[in-house]
């Protein structure tokens, strides 16, 4: 089937829009969902690689561009009405912003007397350490497409020369007074500063000792 004729089978919404369910090809763990225009399905396959829309930042995105977590897409189907999508795909990292393995990590819990609790099954500590480790891993084991890989092998200037430009990120959406953009942006901040930490030899315990001598 050519693209054009799959795009026909497709139901988008009054924006142009269709949500689109990524799955892990190997675990089947649900990873994410987020929205797909035309133009992003066509990037993802032309590419190999998830390509999504983001209805915040009105503009195509490549998953894992800047993190290094990317999607390469395995199955690609649709449902039987045509308006939501499902991606398999071979995830390179977790798939959440948050470092968690999937979004879905809010477990909502029902007891005997129907009370609801929702039980996290990922700490934030974890999380910066599981990114942590994978940010090592990638330093000395080189894969294709990695974004992190990118960073160390133009060195220590194109590093700070992020953590200068998301510094900045920060400030903006910090004036702006844009409590969504501050989240994304402190998150990009703080994923190249741990890229910096991993190229300058620090460590998580080295930080959280010095963080921890601040109680006071």
Known sequence: MALKELLKNIKFDDQGLVPAIAQDSQSKDVLMLAYMNEKSIEKTFETGYAHYYSRRRKQLWKKGETSGHLQKVEHFSYDCDGDTILIQVNQTGPACHTGAKTCFYNEVLLDDTKTISIKSREEN??????????????????????????????????????VGEESAEVIIAAKNNDKDELIYELSDLVYHSLVLMVEQGVSLKELMDELQSRHR
Do not use: A
């Open 125 to 162: 500590l974890t999380m910066v350490s599981d990114l942590f480790e994978l940010i090592k891993k990638r330093k000395i084991q080189p894969v294709e497409n990695s974004y992190t890989q990118y960073l160390f092998d133009k060195g220590i200037d194109k590093i700070l020369k992020k």
